[in-house]
């Protein structure tokens, strides 16, 4: 039972930068319907605010030195919507990723994703490997986007792939740790999740981040995602600096 203790100890503060900013942040980007409806627009114009807002945030993520930001853009369970705004989601993806890919490459953000979004169809699909592929070498920050994510969808892959590991005797049932199940989660290579921010005023994770927020501080903004800026950003990493953090120990 030895590897229960937490490890993100040590490893968050191991990347050699100042504890008080958090390496790794992710963000519930929530509120665009009802930023839109109190505006009298139809929905859509609350996602594009969103994707402006996004921008401002990844500026000033860079800013204050932030390895990884990581994005819930589109939730396993948002196929539930309309088929209108599914679309419309979609559409937004895809001009965004264009209009924005040569800065991001620009700027050194290597961006990524996690989720199974290949279920946007094959065009949007190729996209997104496209962009990943052209960014992969850059190191200024991490833009880890969510896309057709559900945490408890990629735990139960996790399940898949080391039952089938124990299928063929690659390892024991006893072998399956903390490390080796967080070792096949989606976001294996990135640094422990240091802070979850969500907007809205909701107080509740929707399926995100669900193993990875074990230890992570959770601030809950009233704000609505497009009203989001880097005020707002640096307010929540301020509150951050601020909490003190215990991993279970005194
Ligand atoms: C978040 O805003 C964006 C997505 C989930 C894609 P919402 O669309 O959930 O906005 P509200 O919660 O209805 O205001
Ligand atoms: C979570 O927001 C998903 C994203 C922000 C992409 P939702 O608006 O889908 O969450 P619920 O339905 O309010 O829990
Ligand atoms: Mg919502």
Redesign the pocket.
Known sequence: MSEAVAPETTETVAGGGDPAVPRHVAI???GN?RWAKKKGLPRVAGHREGAEAVRRTLKAAVEAGVECLTL????S??WRRSEEEVTDLKGLMRFYLERELEELAREGVRLRFIGEPSAFGPDLWERLQLAAARTAGNDTLTLNV?LNYGSQQELARAAQILAQEVAEGLITPDEITVERLGGVLQTAELPPLDLLIRT?G?V?L???LLWQAAYAELVFLDLL?PDFDAQAFKGALGTFAKRQRRFGGR
């Open positions: 519930i980007m929530d319907g819930y853009a589109f939730s369970e948002n969510a809205s909701e509740r929707s399926n995100f995602w």
